[in-house]
């Protein structure tokens, strides 16, 4: 019977925030406070998106092309890696800054009358994420200084699901995994 699997080294990510802050901020020195910041001075609050449904998707993907040559036939002779491409995908259910100012796309709300606030979405915007993971024996997550929205968020209204934002992301620089451990230590 094998002796390898070991439950103390798998994780079961329960719980988790995603935040946002303005394209290019630097990770926080402590990316899995509840209330991550950067800086000293100044100090930028990263900002919670708050409710996410269901938690969320890294998925990267990238071309690759076999050369193969006619007098080798038992594999490719080389093969060429396109770019690295990532996306990130998360259903945000609070109305909360970092959500509306996702959906809003570099855009923003007029009160164009009392009580009534008119959403201008923008554009494009371009912002830094992080995506992070807790448990009760470690915390995981993600860090990308730059991504952007692949698309509008399509929304479903009625029913008995959570009005929600389905958020796409593209990374725009490298997505960097983050642990509060090292798994190679031991």
């Not at 950067?38 to 092309?65: H, Y």
């Not at 800054?97 to 494009?124: C, H, R, Y």
Request: proline content about 8%; charged content about 25%.
């Amino acid at each position: 019977m094998s002796t390898h699997a070991d439950p103390n080294k798998a994780y079961v990510w329960l719980d988790g925030d995603v935040y946002r802050a303005a394209a290019g901020t630097a990770m926080p020195e402590d990316p899995f406070a509840i209330a991550p910041v950067t800086g000293s001075d100044p100090v930028v609050a990263w900002d919670a998106f708050g409710g996410i449904e269901a938690g969320f998707e890294v998925n990267p993907s990238r071309d690759l092309k076999t050369l193969p040559v006619w007098n080798r036939r038992a594999a490719p002779y080389k093969a060429v890696k396109g770019t690295l491409e990532e996306r990130i995908k998360l259903r945000a259910t609070d109305y909360s800054k970092a959500t509306v100012l996702t959906a809003l796309q570099g855009g923003d709300i007029a009160e164009t009358a009392t009580g009534v606030f008119q959403w201008n979405p923008g554009d494009d915007e371009d912002f830094a994420a992080m995506f992070i993971l807790r448990d009760d024996e470690g915390s995981a997550g993600f860090y990308c200084s730059r991504v952007t929205l692949t698309t509008p968020p399509p929304r479903v209204f009625g029913g008995e699901s959570l009005d929600g934002f389905e958020f796409e992301l593209l990374a725009l620089d490298k997505v960097i995994p983050l642990t509060s451990f090292d798994p190679l230590a031991n």
